[in-house]
Structures are given as structure tokens and as C-alpha cells.
């Protein structure tokens, strides 16, 4: 028997569509994390404490895709051809808030170990009076908020920069 005789091994399958492609894996990511400074693209700049909702939504290409998760954002670029699901769901969250997509199928796994070196900043919430402000706002603020016009509350957004819990400046 030759090579073009012999029966195709029913154990190598191509992964379905959308799904990784090999060297895409887990641990090919957590290498990648290993092994790289700045996948951020932070450039050395310290996290930012003031991004804004419009500047995340000017980040929605999967080249340059910035995604907001508990108030945090992140540039998930990177990350894009890891993602066990497939890169089409997270390309349709980049320039948005993921938040609530990502506690819906994920809420188990820690971010912080995933994509935390992804880390650009924080979300800065801005009062502008309405009712848009506290359904932007309202599920990734569950951090502690610095304020500069009163108390944190849905009601009383303020100037908010929204920082994770035990961080107060």
C-alpha cells in the first residue's frame, strides 16, 4: 500500500468553522501571555483612568478591537483568533460593552488571567442626564466608583472613573 491507497484517518478532522485553528489553543495563549511585554499596545503609558465610551466605540475592528468587561477596558485584538468560539463573537462586541455576553457564557472563568495583560484602563462614566446614561452605565459598575460630585448610587453617576473594588484614589 501506498500513501494515496491508504484509508484517510477518521481522527483528523478539520476544526468546524469558527472554531481555533491549531496553534490557536489555550496554552498557545497562555505562552503568548508568557512570553510577551505590551500585547496591550499600551506602549509603556501607565492604565488609563479616563477612557470614554466614544472612544471605545471609534475601536470596533478586529485589528484594533477595544471591548469593555465590568468597567474595565480591554484590547481584545489580540486575543481574537484564541477565543474558543470562534473570533465572530468577539468581533461583534468590539467598540461595545461585553459585559453581559460574557457573564452570560463565561461568567465562571477569571478574566483577570485570560486578558488581563490586555488591560488598557478604566471606563470613565459621564452624567449627561437620562436615562441612556444609567443603561450604559449600570452593570459594569460594580466596582468602587471615585466621584467628584457625591455619593456613588444609580441615581448620582456623576464624574465617575470606575475603579476596581479596594482601588480609591
Known amino acids: 500500500m501506498n500513501d494515496t491507497t491508504l484509508p484517510k484517518n477518521p ?26 511585554s505590551d500585547l496591550a499596545q499600551r506602549k509603556g503609558a501607565p492604565l488609563r483612568r479616563d477612557i470614554t465610551l466614544e472612544e471605545v466605540k471609534k475601536h470596533d475592528r478586529s485589528y484594533d478591537g477595544w471591548m ?4 474595565k477596558v480591554y484590547n481584545i485584538g489580540p486575543y481574537l483568533a484564541y477565543h474558543p468560539g470562534g473570533s465572530a463573537i468577539l468581533e461583534k462586541v468590539c467598540g461595545r ?4 455576553l460574557f457573564d452570560r457564557y463565561h461568567a465562571w472563568v477569571n478574566i483577570e488571567n485570560l486578558i488581563g495583560p490586555l488591560l488598557l484602563g478604566y471606563l470613565k462614566v459621564e452624567k449627561n442626564g437620562g436615562d441612556d446614561d444609567e ?9 468602587v466608583a471615585a466621584t467628584t460630585s457625591g455619593p456613588m448610587s444609580a441615581g448620582n453617576i456623576g464624574n465617575a472613573v470606575v475603579l476596581p473594588s479596594g482601588v480609591a484614589d
Open 11 to 36: 481522527r483528523r478532522r478539520r476544526p468546524p468553522e469558527g472554531k481555533v485553528r491549531p496553534g490557536f489553543g489555550l496554552n498557545d495563549w497562555l505562552t503568548l501571555l508568557r512570553r510577551s
Open 135 to 143: 443603561r450604559a452605565a449600570g452593570h459594569y459598575l460594580k466596582g
Open 97 to 100: 460593552d461585553g459585559t453581559e
Open 68 to 71: 469593555i468587561l465590568r468597567g
